[in-house]
């Protein structure tokens, strides 16, 4: 079992750029989840996505996009990337109501 | 709101001496609690999950953790840590499948 995979590791990008990052969930997992995480803070909660929809949103802007594709895996995209984008963003990926939340090593995202 | 509070930023403490890391939350029906931990660079490994039932919960790597619904508290134990146990260490909130609420972390360092 793979676990959840996610790509690229690394990218830099310019301000105003957009960017997609990738995730691919735990083998069986229906659920996927994105978090941003800014240096030396904990994970911030972007969104989630079931059955290819965006089922809960945290308090990120409309720049922060995603999909769901039918096989689960799913895309971040981020348009008009600022500075304050620099993160690494995590993939959690999950299994209906009663389990935890498995994570990615995630993408470290630096934009100049 | 749910929240969660780590009020230690970083511990440090000796190789063989006994650990305790604190973690209260605030969350308006029975929570669901985690641990996670971070090595540098790299994602988020479970350490171990209180859903219901005993309060007392075992984990990965020797660690446990016990849940005091009085204290809304959370914190997790060790009783001699090893060199490698050094990282940061996440405590989180959810239910079900919604998202997590993180705190930010308590980094731990471990003394030869």
């Known amino acids: 079992d793979a676990g959840v995979t996610q790509s690229p590791t690394h990218l830099i990008k310019t301000r105003g750029q957009q960017v997609t990052l990738r995730c691919s969930p735990k083998?069986?997992?229906?659920?996927v989840s994105w978090y941003q995480q800014a240096l030396g803070q904990g994970p911030q909660f972007i969104f989630q996505y079931y059955e290819e929809e965006e089922r809960q949103r945290g308090n990120f802007p409309d720049r922060f996009s995603g999909h769901q594709y039918p096989n689960y895996s799913s895309e971040l995209n981020v348009n008009a990337l600022l500075l304050g984008d620099s993160a690494l963003y995590l993939c959690?990926?999950?299994?209906?109501?009663?389990?935890?939340?498995?994570f990615g090593q995630g993408t470290r995202l630096t934009v100049v | 709101a749910q929240s969660v509070t780590q009020p230690d930023i970083h511990i440090t403490v000796s190789e063989g001496a006994s650990l305790e890391l604190r973690c209260n939350y605030s969350?308006?029906?029975?929570?669901?609690l985690f641990w996670y931990v971070q090595s540098p660079g790299q994602g988020l490994q479970l350490l171990l999950k209180y859903f219901s039932g005993d309060t007392l919960v075992q984990g990965i790597k020797g660690f446990e953790a016990e849940f005091k619904r009085s204290q809304s508290s959370f914190n997790l134990r060790k009783p001699s840590v090893h060199w490698s146990d050094a990282a940061e260490y996440f405590c989180?909130?959810?239910?079900?499948?919604?998202?997590?609420?993180f705190g930010t972390g308590t980094r731990l360092t471990i003394i030869p």
């Open positions: 969350y308006g029906a029975t929570p669901y």
């Open positions: 959690a990926s999950s299994l209906g109501v009663y389990t935890e939340a498995f």
């Open positions: 083998s069986g997992h229906d659920t």
């Open positions: 989180a909130v959810g239910r079900g499948n919604e998202k997590l609420t």
